[in-house]
């Protein structure tokens, strides 16, 4: 991942304190990763970055928006996105990923990569169901929408329209 570079960190240099990062994100990082689903993407991440003597303490945050098609009408529109993401950064015998909220470094170690948690809380911060704006509000003209709205069976006219043996069976209902 040469491309990823400026996503990683080098903290041997850095002094004790709080530190500021800025990243501008595009389909390029995503590329990166082999991630296909956003036509584009403009997203921009904020890292405050704290150093301790023993620890590190980041917060990642992300705002911005990411064109994906619509579950529905498979339209693609603008999904406005907002992650804050904390990790916390410790010494120990091992590199140790498993946990979302901890990475665990060598002791020997003197700089990490972000880049893998960027992505993650990117793909999370999109929701599971996009749906398009315009849908929602009824406003959104399309073939796919009114192929969909001519197939849905419409519940009045299915209570309307009832077999009469049922209707006998209904007359049996005691209180």
């Known amino acids: 991942m040469k491309e990823l570079r400026e ?12 530190h500021q990062f800025e990243y501008s994100i595009d389909n390029k990082f995503f590329e990166t990763f082999n991630y296909d689903e956003f036509k ?3 997203i921009a991440v904020k890292l405050e970055f704290e150093k ?3 620890l590190f303490e980041l917060l990642f945050n992300i705002k911005g928006s990411v064109e994906v098609p619509c579950d529905l009408s498979n ?4 999904q406005e996105i907002k992650a804050s993401i904390p990790l916390v950064v ?21 700089q990490f990569s972000i ?9 999370l911060a999109v929701p599971n169901k996009r749906i398009h704006p315009k849908v929602l509000d009824g406003t959104l ?6 192929k969909l709205q001519e197939h849905t069976i419409h519940r009045e006219t299915e209570e309307k329209s009832t077999d009469p043996r049922w209707d006998k069976l209904k007359d049996l209902l005691i209180d």
């Open 90 to 110: 410790k010494f120990g015998e091992e590199y140790n990923d498993e946990s979302e909220e901890l990475l665990i470094l060598p002791h020997e170690a003197y």
């Open 7 to 18: 996503f990683t960190i080098q903290f041997e240099g850095l002094k004790i304190g709080k």
């Open 115 to 123: 880049a893998q948690y960027i992505y993650e809380a990117v793909i």
């Open 75 to 78: 339209e693609y529109y603008n």
């Open 40 to 42: 584009s993407s403009e």
């Open 141 to 146: 003209e399309s073939e796919t929408l009114k």
């Open 52 to 54: 301790k003597s023993t």
